[in-house]
């Protein structure tokens, strides 16, 4: 078989077969009791779908054994094909997902939270959908498991993104996403707290990238705590939100031509 270049995403081998390179990038905040299970989880679909992966963790500062169970885990581990990024103190969530992608090395990017409340197996729908005219194929929580305070507040901040900035995602927030590492090489995203994903989006759509939405399972947490109602994470938020509103005031949308996304490449046998 050929070589492929280091430009190619996807390829088609013998028979027809795509094959891929896929990042899964996975933030994590004192995770100690699901975080070994979630990384074996992801490598188990990962080995089956993937023709390469690598999982990268951001540990964003744990204060439990977060980083032990992780270190441990790339060194005696090598089939998990685990890479650590670690940051010494809690810098945020997007801080913690900005240094994963920065850190990925695959042509394609999964964005999964740590936390169980996904169902990993549910990848094969987004690898799927994610054809040669799409950039990212992004998930929506079909029934959120989540208090009804929390349900409240996430409605709460969809409408307002989308009201400031137009339809942005059925989902602003859902932790379930594939795209090309190209989509995150051409922007920058400058919140990292919770508005990282907004940002994202926001940009993903001025800038022409295209946009596919898939259902996805979503299960209650079975472990650890859930940051994102305390009241400074929901303050940062609103007012990296707001900076966006008054940067991207400021400067026009880029467009992309259509043919950005590369045809897929078939591969001699």
Request: charged share 25%; proline share 4%.
């Amino acid at each position: 078989m050929t070589s492929t270049s280091s430009t190619d995403t996807i390829t088609v081998g013998h028979g027809g077969r795509r094959r891929y390179s896929i990042a899964a990038v996975l933030p994590a905040y004192n995770e100690e009791s699901l975080i070994e299970q979630t990384v074996r989880r992801v490598a188990a679909v990962l080995t089956r779908l993937a023709d390469s992966f690598e999982i990268v963790v951001t540990n964003d500062g744990s204060r439990d054994r977060t980083g032990e169970i992780l270190s441990r885990l790339q060194a005696t581990e090598r089939r998990l094909h685990l890479r650590l990024v670690t940051h010494t103190t809690n810098r945020g969530y997007g801080a913690a997902l900005a240094s994963g992608f920065d850190a990925a090395t695959a042509h394609l990017i999964l964005l999964l939270d740590a936390d169980g409340q996904f169902d990993i197996a549910e990848f094969e729908h987004l690898l799927g959908a994610m054809d040669d005219e799409t950039d990212l194929v992004i998930g929506f929580r079909a029934r959120r498991a989540d208090p009804p305070m929390r349900l409240l507040n996430a409605w709460g901040w969809k409408q307002l993104v989308n009201g400031l900035f137009g339809y942005t995602a059925r989902d602003v927030d859902c932790a379930f996403k594939l795209f090309r590492r190209e989509v995150w090489t051409s922007m920058h995203v400058d919140s990292r707290g919770a508005t990282f994903s907004a940002e994202f989006l926001i940009k993903a759509r001025r800038m022409g990238f295209r946009i596919k939405e898939r259902p996805v399972s979503h299960f209650p947490r079975k472990a650890g705590s859930p940051t994102g109602a305390r009241p400074s994470v929901i303050v940062r938020a609103f007012v990296e939100l707001f900076r966006l509103r008054l940067r991207l005031n400021e400067e026009p949308a880029r467009d992309v031509p259509p043919a950005r996304v590369r045809p897929v490449t078939h591969v001699a046998a």
